[in-house]
């Protein structure tokens, strides 16, 4: 997909990406609000927020997961992966060829979080985990909290290349954003799954992108003829 192209997908997706970012900030503060259920997912916010900026910034931890994620990316793609650098503050994955998964997937991908849920699953399989749940909330909370700083960070304290790269810089944030509000939507549903209503939400996001584009195309239709 040309880079015009991927510019004009980005604005025809940019109503649903701030209708999505108000359906997930209505999630969160309705899973924050019930503390006796939650308060173990927001310690673990609290108290990576704490570290992070107050003793450790976990540059090296973010910089790992960051190149794995573009590694495992590229071979899901079909890739071929040449070599692979970490280092404390950067790092990169040389590979036959790239496509805008493969370059904005450790993005919006919270590697950490989805290692920590498998761990939990498989051993679940054998152990009952169940009465270290709030364990595991904690843990979820805390690594949550790290992929979205750390993201953040990485996208508006340097000049990062991966946006140019996948397309420029409209597409690559609209895309992160986009696919950002999704996966912690659907992190607070897999984890408070009778306080959270995906379907809802996701009617609520359809029939107000629909809304927003109606009124735009019938504004832009109203001044051509007026103009004619």
């Not at 570290?51 to 790992?64: A, E, L, Q, T």
């Not at 985990?129 to 304290?157: C, D, M, N, S, W």
Request: proline share 3%; hydrophobic share 55%; charged share 15%.
């Amino acid at each position: 997909m040309g880079r015009l192209l991927k510019f004009l997908l980005a604005l025809v997706l940019l109503p649903t990406a701030v209708l999505t970012f108000a359906e997930t900030v209505r999630i969160l503060l309705s899973v924050l609000g019930r503390l006796d259920m939650a308060v173990s997912f927001i310690m673990g916010i609290l108290i990576y927020a704490g570290i992070h900026y107050g003793y450790y910034n976990f540059s090296r931890p973010y910089v790992f997961a960051h190149e794995m994620t573009h590694a495992l990316a590229a071979l899901l793609c079909g890739c071929r992966i040449k070599d692979v650098s970490v280092g404390q503050e950067s790092g990169y994955v040389k590979m036959d060829r790239c496509n805008a998964f493969v370059v904005l997937a450790p993005y919006f991908v919270p590697a950490y979080v989805v290692l920590a849920a498998g761990i939990y699953l498989i051993a679940d399989l054998f152990v009952n985990l169940q009465p270290y749940r709030q364990v595991f909330l904690f843990v979820i909370g805390f690594f949550t909290a790290f992929h979205f700083v750390q993201t953040f960070k990485t996208l508006f304290e340097a000049d990062q290349p991966d946006l140019k790269l996948a397309g420029g810089k409209v597409f690559s944030v609209v895309m992160i954003t986009l696919a950002n509000l999704v996966v912690l939507a659907l992190v607070l549903k897999a984890l408070f799954p009778e306080a959270v209503s995906l379907v809802q939400g996701g009617k609520n996001v359809l029939t107000g992108t629909v809304n927003v584009w109606r009124i735009l195309v019938n504004y832009i239709i109203e001044k051509a003829l007026n103009a004619s």
